[in-house]
């Protein structure tokens, strides 16, 4: 059974920095493209950042710059580092991996940033 448990979530000031977890079992990060997705209120979801198994990285123009994507394949575990944070960054923010065998959805994490 996959299971993708994120943390890490909370409350930022803007300006601040968060840094998200997303640790996995039943499926390898390294084996597929893992990414981060977000859903702000009202909003649909969309792609943050992705890494792919060669390692390469892809992200949204609104976070450019500010956010980084890495795994660590010993502990099979992705991670967002999230920087000079804006109040727009507010979301729920979902740890995803795609395999040749399926897509994996974590719970999701808020992240809150007050201005």
């Known amino acids: 059974q996959v299971q993708l ?12 920095s968060l ?4 640790t996995a079992s039943g499926v390898i990060f390294s084996f597929g493209t893992s990414g981060w997705y977000r859903q702000p209120p009202g909003k649909q979801r969309e792609l943050v950042a992705a890494l792919t198994s060669g390692g390469n990285q892809n992200y949204a123009d609104s ?4 956010f980084t994507i890495s795994r660590d394949n010993a502990k099979n575990t992705v991670y ?4 000079s944070l804006k109040p727009e960054d507010t979301a729920v923010y979902y740890c995803n991996v795609q395999t040749i065998v399926g897509a994996y959805w974590g719970q999701g994490t808020q992240v ?4």
Do not use: H, P
């Open 5 to 16: 448990v994120e943390s890490g979530g909370g409350l930022a000031q803007a300006g601040g």
């Open 19 to 22: 840094r998200l977890s997303c």
């Open 63 to 66: 976070v450019k710059g500010r």
């Open 80 to 83: 967002l580092q999230m920087n």
């Open 112 to 115: 809150t940033v007050s201005s």
